[in-house]
């Protein structure tokens, strides 16, 4: 079902500035503005400013495990899917992302206030960890393989914040040259 455009405006502007700002740092007349509507509009679409970010959160949950499974190769061995998933996480990155993870800074400033923006932050991370340990099944790689993977992807993440995308995207890219998983390690 396609949404109206004026809700889109209300999450599209609404992502754009908690990814830029903070959560509680953003007032519901600064979305208002930002896109352009009538406080009834919002309302309309939504309860409160904390149903607009569990909506947020579950269409970027989805847009970017969607934009994972599109880009990763799993047809020809596991370090050319890992680097797959390397290149596809950088390149999200580098497009949505460069600001760090918005699900974590939802979890760090809702938790203890509201357990389902908490458990949509949390669930995100375990499903991406899901979806990577599945994946790894097909080339018979140890489950372990998976976290480790996960903990640099988002190691990567964090990194953006504090330095220059070229350099995280270099270091990304020395470390896909350094990592190679022999076949033993996939028994």
């Given at each position: 079902?396609?949404?109206?455009?004026?809700?889109?405006?209300?999450?599209?502007?609404?992502?754009?500035?908690?990814?830029?700002?903070?959560?509680?740092?953003?007032g519901?007349?600064s979305?208002?503005?930002?896109?352009?509507?009538?406080?009834?509009?919002?309302?309309y679409?939504?309860?409160?400013?904390?149903e607009v970010?569990?909506?947020?959160?579950?269409?970027?949950?989805?847009?970017?495990?969607?934009?994972?499974?599109?880009?990763i190769?799993?047809e020809?061995?596991?370090?050319?899917?890992?680097?797959s998933?390397?290149?596809?996480?950088?390149?999200?990155?580098?497009?949505?992302g460069?600001?760090?993870?918005?699900?974590?800074?939802?979890?760090?400033?809702?938790?203890?206030?509201?357990?389902?923006?908490?458990?949509?932050?949390?669930?995100?991370?375990?499903?991406?960890?899901?979806?990577i340990?599945?994946?790894l099944?097909?080339?018979?790689?140890?489950?372990?393989?998976?976290?480790?993977?996960?903990?640099?992807?988002?190691?990567?993440?964090?990194?953006?914040?504090?330095?220059?995308?070229?350099?995280?995207k270099?270091?990304?890219?020395?470390?896909?040259?350094?990592?190679?998983?022999?076949?033993?390690?996939?028994?």
């Open positions: 079902m396609k949404q109206s455009l004026k809700k889109e405006a209300i999450l599209n502007s609404a992502e754009t500035l908690f990814y830029q700002h903070g959560f509680h740092a953003v519901v007349k979305i208002l503005d930002h896109a352009g509507v009538a406080p009834m509009t919002m309302y679409h939504f309860k409160s400013k904390e970010i569990k909506e947020i959160l579950m269409q970027r949950d989805e847009r970017y495990l969607q934009v994972i499974e599109d880009t190769n799993k020809e061995g596991i370090n050319l899917y890992i680097e998933l390397f290149k596809a996480h950088m390149n999200w990155i580098e497009t949505k460069s600001n760090g993870c918005l699900f974590l800074r939802a979890k760090q400033e809702y938790e203890g206030v509201n357990d389902e923006i908490t458990a949509l932050s949390k669930a995100h991370k375990q499903s991406f960890l899901n979806k340990e599945n994946d099944e097909l080339f018979h790689a140890p489950k372990s393989l998976g976290m480790q993977i996960t903990i640099t992807l988002e190691g990567l993440t964090a990194m953006i914040q504090i330095t220059e995308l070229n350099k995280v270099e270091a990304a890219a020395e470390l896909m040259k350094n990592l190679h998983v022999s076949n033993d390690e996939t028994k």
